[in-house]
């Protein structure tokens, strides 16, 4: 009776995790719009819901192992064996570059971008205008938000770089100061401030969420494994999927625009 009851007792986790509805979230991050609704769904069903973050490579070498009911992934990185699986577009973030209204600078390309940002060049001379440091400025570590820049352009940002709490601050700094350049999350604009084409294209939403945009990012829910409990939960996300991304400060991505 005692071995019986024992066995039982350890086999109820497993039993447990066995009916779990999982999924990996490689977006940078974390898509706290994903968070929020399994939170309402397991409230709801009384399902039980575990979201793993982890790196993309981490994520494909776990859905090898079939226990993976859902996966979000930025597009480009979508194993190829899943690239026909049903996808629920999530959102789209970019990596915005600010200047002074005052900067005659008509764009930039994302090389130099990232050049600018890691202090490969500092200058404004560098880029066809006057001889003056380039004042940087992007969102400092703290920041819930951090780290688009870094990841995006794929550098460090240079010593001199100055971090501040928000996108909005960013562009009142880059609008006081007709030497700086700001990076940032798309926001309100100012009219203070230009937004810099990168490589010819502007961070429109059209662009950011149709990959036109070099400095942007698209990710998608993908399954994995079919389940009642996957499609439940997929259902309950598409209901308002446009609201839940702004609390991301992601842009919502049509199906159209994927």
């Not at 497993?14 to 979230?25: E, K, M, S």
């Not at 990185?77 to 200047?99: H, M, R, S, T």
């Not at 662009?207 to 494994?225: A, D, E, Q, W």
Request: charged residues 25%.
């Amino acid at each position: 009776m005692r071995k019986a009851l024992f066995t039982s007792l350890f086999l109820l986790p497993l039993l447990l995790a066995a009916g779990t509805l999982r999924i990996t979230d490689s977006s940078r991050g974390g898509s706290s719009a994903l968070r929020q609704a399994a939170l309402e769904y397991s409230v709801a069903s009384g399902s039980d819901i575990r979201i793993d973050r982890m790196a993309a490579e981490s994520a494909a070498a776990l859905t090898e192992q079939n226990t993976v009911d859902l996966a979000v992934w930025e597009i480009g990185d979508i194993p190829e064996k899943f690239k026909k699986n049903p996808q629920l577009p999530l959102g789209c973030e970019a990596l915005v570059i600010y200047v002074n209204s005052a900067n005659p600078l008509p764009g930039i390309t994302s090389e130099q971008a990232k050049d600018i940002f890691s202090g490969l060049r500092p200058r404004w001379s560098e880029l066809g205008w006057r001889p003056r440091d380039i004042h940087r400025i992007n969102l400092k570590n703290t920041s819930e938000h951090s780290g688009l820049d870094r990841d995006i352009l794929g550098a460090a940002p240079a010593a001199e770089v100055l971090g501040v709490e928000s996108s909005k601050d960013v562009v009142l700094l880059v609008g006081a100061n007709p030497d700086a350049m700001g990076f940032a999350h798309m926001t309100a604009g100012d009219e203070n401030v230009n937004i810099t084409p990168v490589n010819g294209v502007m961070p429109s939403k059209n662009n950011i969420c149709s990959g036109k945009y070099p400095l942007s990012r698209r990710y998608v829910l993908v399954t994995v494994k079919n389940s009642p409990e996957a499609e439940n939960f997929i259902r309950l996300l598409k209901k308002d999927i446009k609201t839940r991304v702004r609390r991301d400060m992601w842009l919502p991505l049509e199906q159209s625009e994927k």
